[in-house]
């Protein structure tokens, strides 16, 4: 059974600031992560994915994935009030298998 | 291109009522996904299937069933209304392995 574990947060950071969330998952033959936010009330929105040990940046947000430690994280610089969401990590298909979601970490943005 | 398209956005059903959650997407997704998501709770998938005539249980099945009579359509039933199933429900699609999810805009649903 496939896992993945998130702290639920809230978490607080001042505007401006690097906001840090992380992301452990139980399936060491897992290949593909992904994060998602959600802001109250919509549906889930694609930031990044990630499928290679290493560092992947795409603007204001750096995914890193870890293998050997089973961690992913996702680094939110520049923080904005507008980033305050939840932030989803998922462990993605592999060989039939779905998506596990985590259970997320609200993150709020204080102006 | 629409992508993922749920109907309707909101509903009310009284407990013992049953409905159908409309999903379709125009993506040509082979994979397509049913999830429930309670109030400041993560996803939890209740039905997925892989094609046309295929489909198979998640995580929370009890209470629904799903059918896929074509690749653009996946609907939910909910039979006998229960207020446990007071949720949002979100459908997604994806095309390939390890490729992310789209999702709808999701049904808000109450039962009373």
């Known amino acids: 059974q496939k896992e993945v574990e998130q702290n639920s947060g809230p978490l607080s950071v001042p505007e401006g600031a690097i906001a840090s969330l992380n992301c452990t998952y139980s399936d060491r033959g897992s290949q593909s992560f992904f994060w998602y936010r959600q802001y109250s009330g919509k549906s889930p929105e694609l930031i990044m994915f990630i499928y290679s040990n290493g560092d992947k940046e795409d603007g204001r947000f750096t995914a890193q994935l870890n293998k050997a430690s089973q961690y992913v994280s996702l680094l939110i610089r520049d923080s904005q009030p507008s980033d305050s969401a939840t932030y989803l990590c998922?462990?993605?298909?592999?060989?039939?298998?779905?998506?596990?979601f985590g259970p997320g970490t609200r993150l709020s943005v204080l102006p | 291109n629409a992508g993922v398209t749920q109907t309707p956005k909101f509903r009310i059903l009284k407990i013992g009522q049953s409905m159908t959650l409309q999903c379709t997407q125009d993506?040509?997704?082979?994979?397509m996904y049913w999830y429930r998501q309670d109030p400041g709770m993560g996803l939890k998938l209740i039905y997925y299937s892989v094609g046309a005539g295929i489909t198979d249980k998640g995580e929370v099945p009890n209470g629904y069933n799903v059918s896929r009579s074509t690749t653009e359509d996946f609907p939910l039933r909910l039979e006998l209304a229960a207020p446990s199933q007071t949720s949002v429900y979100f459908c997604?699609?994806?095309?390939?392995?390890?490729?992310?999810?789209?999702f709808g805009n999701g049904t808000r649903l109450t039962v009373t």
């Open positions: 998922a462990d993605g298909r592999i060989y039939g298998q779905n998506f596990v």
């Open positions: 997604a699609s994806v095309n390939d392995y390890n490729s992310p999810l789209h």
């Open positions: 993506m040509n997704h082979n994979y």
